[in-house]
């Protein structure tokens, strides 16, 4: 349950920020111990947060959900308001990141189109399969004229 502060916005109690931000409160303690969330106040012992703090978490799901790391993360978050070269940094962080996700989209693309190649396989053994030569055919050659049908595995 909220507790409001003198004149402030009510502070929020871990359980209520985690479900709130939908973290779990031992993920809440963890980005407080590594750094990536300040400290909360204390009051009568328990953890008070800021409403603040479930937008702080809401931009550190965002950021781990595009592939950066914790200690990445830490360093955008770090930054105080009027630092211009914050900015600056996530570009910098954007484009060494941008690379590895295109290759991931690339490896992706290419698992589906082999998966999509086994759906239509009528071979009568793995042995016997082109989809488990090395390298696989491209995806051209497996699927055939239209995609699927002649000319894919084991037609």
């Known amino acids: 349950m909220s507790n ?69 993360i830490g360093t955008l978050l770090g930054a105080s308001p009027d630092d211009p070269a914050a900015v600056e940094r996530l570009r910098d962080l954007a484009v060494r990141k941008l690379p590895e996700v295109v290759a991931l989209i690339e490896r992706t693309e290419l698992v589906r189109g082999w998966l999509e190649a086994a759906t239509c396989c009528e071979c009568p053994a793995l042995g016997d399969c082109p989809l488990f030569d090395h390298p696989p055919l491209p995806a051209a050659q497996r699927a055939g004229p239209a995609g699927r049908g002649r000319g894919g595995p084991g037609r």
């Open 4 to 72: 409001s502060g003198p004149g402030g916005p009510p502070a929020l109690g871990i359980g209520e920020l985690a479900e709130r931000s939908g973290k779990r409160a031992s993920q809440i303690r963890y980005y407080e111990q590594i750094g990536l969330l300040p400290e909360p106040v204390r009051i009568s012992g328990q953890r008070r947060y800021d409403q603040s703090t479930v937008r702080m978490l809401a931009a550190i799901d965002v950021a781990q959900r595009a592939g950066l790391s914790l200690a990445e």
